[in-house]
């Protein structure tokens, strides 16, 4: 089956500084999210990247503090810029569906576990 | 008031017991309904997907949903210390399943 993988899979950042997360599909998908799972909160998408076009921000989430960019079918990175404690969080890639797959199906790497001091 | 609520547990039972795992949802609009299954420091694995109501069962977990009553169950029967793990209710409606709405996950423990 295909396989969606994310680096880093943890980091330990400064205030201030920027991280940025990438997420490589084994397939080439239409569709790929971000989301963000807090500690004790449910995981909340961040933004859809599409090849080619802009991503697409959910409320509460600005391009400026999460820039995203979709190269290919494949590829994707999630910057989380200008970092406070408050970032501290699971950063989880998700496509939907896979060749083979239904579409009516959301999948997730493994995530980046990211804490700021 | 959330759009979907879930126990946050902890939830411990012996190996063997029958296990309740229950979202319930405000939105009416809900149509497909999913279980993820998360091991600690894993993404979110999906166990099961229901459109609209009904029971779906696959080997040792079964989904309800009673969209009647906003109400989603997994039950795992002959449950395993492997279950042990945090279970993730989603669900979205016509704005595309991809927009899910997720609950805050129910952390099963399960002692051999």
């Known amino acids: 089956s295909a396989v969606i993988s994310q680096k880093p899979s943890r980091d330990i950042c400064q205030r201030g500084t920027s991280l940025t997360i990438q997420c490589q599909v084994d397939?080439?998908?239409?569709?790929m999210f971000w989301y963000r799972q807090q500690p004790g909160q449910s995981l909340t998408l961040i933004a859809t990247?599409?090849?080619?076009?802009?991503?697409?921000?959910e409320s509460g989430f600005v391009i400026d503090k999460f820039p995203i960019s979709r190269p290919n079918l494949t590829f994707s990175t999630l910057t989380v810029s200008n970092m406070s404690p408050e970032d501290s969080s699971i950063y989880l890639c998700?496509?939907?569906?896979?060749?083979?797959?239904?579409?009516?199906?959301?999948?997730f790497g493994s995530g980046t576990q990211l804490s700021v001091l | 008031q959330k759009e979907v609520e879930q126990d946050p547990g902890p939830l411990s039972v012996p190996e063997g017991a029958i296990v309740s795992l229950n979202c319930t949802y405000s939105?009416?609009?809900?149509?497909?309904f999913m279980w993820y299954r998360q091991y600690s420091r894993k993404g979110p694995e999906l166990l099961m997907y229901?459109?609209?109501?009904g029971n779906k069962e696959d080997g040792r977990f079964t989904a309800q949903v009673d969209k009647s009553s906003k109400y989603i169950s997994l039950f795992i029967r002959d449950s395993q210390p492997s279950d042990s793990a945090t279970y993730l209710c989603?669900?979205?409606?016509?704005?595309?399943?991809?927009?899910?709405?997720f609950g805050t996950g129910t952390r099963l423990l399960v002692s051999p």
């Open positions: 998700s496509v939907e569906g896979f060749p083979g797959e239904s579409n009516e199906k959301l999948f």
């Open positions: 397939s080439q998908v239409t569709m």
């Open positions: 990247a599409n090849q080619g076009s802009e991503a697409t921000y």
């Open positions: 939105n009416s609009a809900f149509q497909y």
């Open positions: 229901t459109y609209s109501s």
């Open positions: 989603a669900m979205g409606g016509n704005t595309g399943f991809q927009k899910l709405v």
